[in-house]
């Protein structure tokens, strides 16, 4: 049973950083995609940013720029830097891991608020 659990969120002003962190257990952290998507009150679920298990990164629109994705294999986290923080980035952010080839292994953190309010 994988397990990832995310840290780091937070009430920030506007043009204020953050980093979450999504600690893996219980699996071989490097045969994931590792995401992050955030969802907004009232909105849908969204792609935030994703970074393969070759280090390869993907990024939202509205994110690029201002947030970075990276990994560590060796502690089995994925972090999200997130610079420039507006306040349309307010939402809860998730961490989601997807196996390389088997596309129903798929799991989600339980989440962490990050606010952006002066």
């Known amino acids: 049973q994988v397990q990832l659990v995310e840290s780091g969120g937070g009430l920030v002003q506007p043009g204020g950083s953050l980093r979450l962190s999504c600690a893996a257990s219980?699996?071989?952290?490097?045969?994931?995609?590792m995401g992050w998507y955030r969802q907004a009150p009232g909105k849908q679920r969204e792609l935030v940013a994703v970074v393969t298990s070759g280090g390869s990164t993907n990024y939202a629109d509205s994110v690029k720029g201002r947030f970075t994705i990276s990994r560590d294999n060796a502690k089995n986290t994925v972090y999200l830097q997130m610079n420039s923080l507006k306040p349309e980035d307010t939402a809860v952010y998730y961490c989601?891991?997807?196996?390389?080839?088997?596309?129903?292994?798929?799991?989600w953190g339980q989440g962490t608020q990050v606010t952006v309010s002066s």
């Open positions: 219980g699996t071989i952290f490097s045969l994931y995609t």
């Open positions: 989601n891991a997807i196996h390389i080839r088997i596309s129903y292994l798929d799991y």
